[in-house]
């Protein structure tokens, strides 16, 4: 958690990026290009999902409901009280986490971010991938989300290839689930933010 109170005195679309990481398991690339018309708002104007384009996902010949997974994209809940607090002004910006020349940060900006990170935190073995490692391991271990649900929250579609129902014909997302999974996590996450501070 030294590594989210770190990020979050950082004001630089990278710090912004990585926490989103962290909130929600996301890979960086997920992150760094993401853009503000892939969020939906509620009726107040509160964030509550945030859909990445199928186009950002490597074709890796899994399948969902009958659709190739790089064809169906992830919906992410973004809306528990820390992604609001993360998200609460998306900007007028095209890209989330714009650069200063306008466009998106790079991977080569995020990598930087993150070494300037370990150094201030002296957590030295953490890397976006052990963000979602991270999140991963506790979703199940310490907060008893069921493996498929948290694979699903990861996008790793794996857990679907021995079932043939799921594989071709179930067209369900899970949305109410993985919203209730990746609640759990934010809640826990903040709390743990929450006890550091004190």
Not at 85 to 90: G, K, Y
Not at 126 to 139: A, F, H
Not at 167 to 175: M, Q, R, S, V
Request: proline residues 3%.
């Amino acid at each position: 958690m030294k590594l989210w109170l770190s990020l979050e005195e950082d004001p630089s679309p990278c710090a912004g990026a990585l926490r989103l990481c962290m909130l929600v398991g996301t890979r960086p690339n997920e992150a760094q290009l993401a853009r503000r018309r892939e969020f939906e708002l509620d009726a107040e104007g509160q964030v509550e999902w945030w859909e990445i384009p199928a186009a950002r996902f490597d074709d890796n010949g899994d399948f969902i409901g009958g659709m190739k997974a790089k064809d169906v994209g992830q919906r992410i809940w973004v809306g528990t009280k820390l992604g609001r607090e993360l998200l609460r002004d998306l900007g007028q910006k095209d890209w989330l986490f714009p650069s200063d020349s306008g466009g998106a940060i790079s991977q080569y900006q995020i990598g930087k971010a993150c070494n300037l990170h370990k150094e201030k935190t002296g957590v030295k073995d953490w890397t976006p991938k052990v963000l979602r490692k991270s999140m991963s391991t506790l979703m199940v271990s310490d907060l008893r989300v069921d493996r498929f649900i948290r694979s699903l929250c990861l996008h790793h579609t794996s857990e679907l290839k021995g079932s043939i129902a799921d594989k071709h014909y179930t067209a369900y997302d899970y949305g109410a689930e993985k919203a209730e999974a990746w609640t759990l996590w934010a809640d826990a996450l903040r709390d743990r933010i929450e006890a550091m501070r004190s």
